[in-house]
């Protein structure tokens, strides 16, 4: 593991995961700001964080060495030197207009010595009432006028309230990083903290990129799942477009990295665009060797390709298959019978309630060991049921973000199995 990246599948014993603890970004969400931030309620932090802490506490007690994402990013600035670029990024991408009002942010978060806090304040956004902005000399007439429209909001900076869904900015697959181009421009800007970890951080910078966050077509990483060593399944969603998964295998199969890739076959699974299935990991997940957690919604026929490299250069073989899920994860997966288990046991009342609160979205420690929101209950009681050992993770807060356990964490770090 020269650059400390390890993960061939998603029930591994895991070893290493990147979590980000809530933070003051979400005292910067108020309700007209909701839904440009994708969010539907406000959590209240003070126990979104103890809850966070008690789902990172879970993870060490089963041997699990939990990373932070702010700090990662600290560690790689300082390693490298590189926090004046990236502050000159993060401003790029802020929505900032007019140059004034950019020295003068820019002015306020260089005063800020400790790098992790730089980070943290990044992350939590920056008010208007914060810093001292000057009278406008001049102004063009793109500032004037968007000062008006801006003026519902008392936001100069947009907080990241996402951030704490580590599964999304970017997805480690193998020894490498998917690091993506995501849906919405509110959480692209979480992608830009992927680039210095994995540019710069001291453990992780000579990892291979499978993806650029400067590529055309947006992607994911709750899209991604790691079937094992060899094969990728990947969503065609809201959030990832079947463009991107086309790049993705054409840098997998004949790429700059492509000898370091060990992926063979892609399965890209054609699924409903709807909040319900947001991401491949809203649909199923899988929580043991021949067992996937799975909304009901996703039964019957799917429309499913399958890419592998072709014989003659940047060829990229597709072939089209139309089966049930239960038939191609055998089929991806090499096991005889696949055992789906539904979310709410299939009552569609009580698959509705807990798929709203990510009750198929589950994180695997070790097969047949999952983490699972405790609101869950009919869920839960059926993977009791099944023989599932089950890490209960308390949820009333952390829920309201609309992600699970599995879109809380992600693994730098997976034993084979």
């Not at 947006?218 to 990947?234: C, P, R």
């Amino acid at each position: 593991m020269a650059n400390g990246l390890y993960v061939h599948s998603e029930i591994g014993p895991l070893k290493k995961v990147c979590l980000h603890r809530p933070g003051e970004e979400l005292l910067n969400l108020t309700p007209d700001d909701l839904e440009r931030l994708l969010f539907d309620d406000i959590p209240f932090l003070e126990v979104a964080q103890a809850e966070h802490d008690k789902f990172a506490e879970l993870l060490r007690e089963q041997g699990v060495e939990v990373l932070y994402l702010e700090k990662l990013v600290a560690e790689a600035l300082d390693a490298a030197g590189s926090r004046e670029e990236f502050t000159q990024q993060w401003l790029a991408e802020s929505g900032l207009k007019g140059k004034e009002a950019r020295a003068a942010v820019k002015e306020y978060m260089d005063s800020i010595e400790d790098t992790k806090a730089f980070v943290d304040k990044c992350i939590a956004g920056l008010r208007e009432n914060e810093i001292d902005l000057p009278v406008r000399s001049s102004s063009t007439l793109s500032e004037l006028v968007g000062a008006d429209q801006d003026g519902e909001t008392d936001l100069l900076v947009d907080p990241m309230p996402n951030t704490y869904f580590t599964r999304d900015p970017f997805a480690v697959v193998g020894r490498g990083v998917n690091l993506n181009h995501m849906f919405s421009v509110t959480r692209n800007r979480e992608t830009l903290l992927g680039k210095y970890i994995f540019r710069d951080h001291p453990e992780y910078k000579d990892a291979p990129l499978w993806y650029r966050r400067d590529s055309a077509f947006h992607t994911e990483g709750g899209d991604v799942l790691n079937i094992n060593a060899h094969t990728l399944a990947i969503g065609i969603s809201q959030r990832t477009q079947a463009a991107a998964i086309d790049a993705l295998a054409q840098n997998m199969f004949w790429g700059d990295n492509a000898e370091k890739c060990e992926i063979t076959d892609i399965y890209a699974f054609n699924i409903p665009v709807s909040r319900a299935f947001m991401h491949l990991d809203t649909v199923f997940t899988q929580i043991d060797v021949d067992k996937f957690t799975i909304h009901p919604g996703i039964m019957g026929t799917l429309q499913v390709f399958r890419l592998t490299k072709g014989a003659t250069e940047g060829e990229v073989k597709i072939e089209e298959l139309n089966d049930t899920l239960e038939h191609i994860l055998e089929k991806a997966t090499g096991v005889d019978a696949i055992k789906l288990i539904k979310c709410g046991g299939g009552d569609p009342v009580a698959a509705a309630r807990e798929q709203w609160n990510d009750g198929s979205n589950t994180l695997a420690v070790a097969p047949g060991k999952i983490c699972v929101y405790q609101r869950n209950s009919v869920t839960n009681d059926v993977l009791y049921k099944e023989g599932l050992d089950l890490i209960v993770v308390p949820s009333a807060e952390l829920s309201r973000g609309r992600g699970g356990p599995r879109c809380m964490s992600m693994p730098f770090e997976r034993e084979d199995i």
